[in-house]
Nanobody, 112 residues
Framework: QFHLVESGGGLVQPGGSLRLSCTGSGFTFNRRAASWHRQVPGREREQVAAITSASRNTMYADSVKGRFTISVDNDNRVVYLNMNDLKVEDTAVYFC?????WGSGIQVSVSS
């Protein structure tokens, strides 16, 4: 059965960096679009970054533009979300999404 697995979350101080990884179990991201979303309790899940399937164009929410970067490795096996200059308001559970699949989510906490 296909599913997505996120890794790389954790606790970081404001201004710090983290890199999230998303791997597909049983498939690759060859010719597949992918995106990262985040959710905090009591709020709707929001898309923060996306990458298209063929041209690998990227799109970002205004709140993370210039700080986050989404990419796919050369083997199309891992989708990354590089997060720099993290802010307290970036604290959330982050989810990987591709096709009709969602990962189970991973916690990112930004606190001093």
């Amino acid at each position: 059965q296909f599913h997505l697995v996120e890794s790389g979350g954790g606790l970081v101080q404001p201004g710090g960096s983290l890199r999230l990884s998303c791997t597909g179990s049983g498939f690759t991201f060859n010719r597949r679009a992918a995106s990262w979303h985040r959710q905090v309790p009591g709020r709707e899940r929001e898309q923060v970054a996306a990458i298209t399937s063929a041209s690998r164009n990227t799109m970002y929410a205004d709140s993370v533009k210039g700080r986050f970067t989404i990419s796919v490795d050369n083997d199309n096996r891992v989708v990354y979300l590089n997060m720099n200059d993290l802010k307290v308001e970036d604290t959330a559970v982050y989810f990987c999404h591709s096709g009709n699949l969602w990962g189970s989510g991973i916690q990112v906490s930004v606190s001093s």
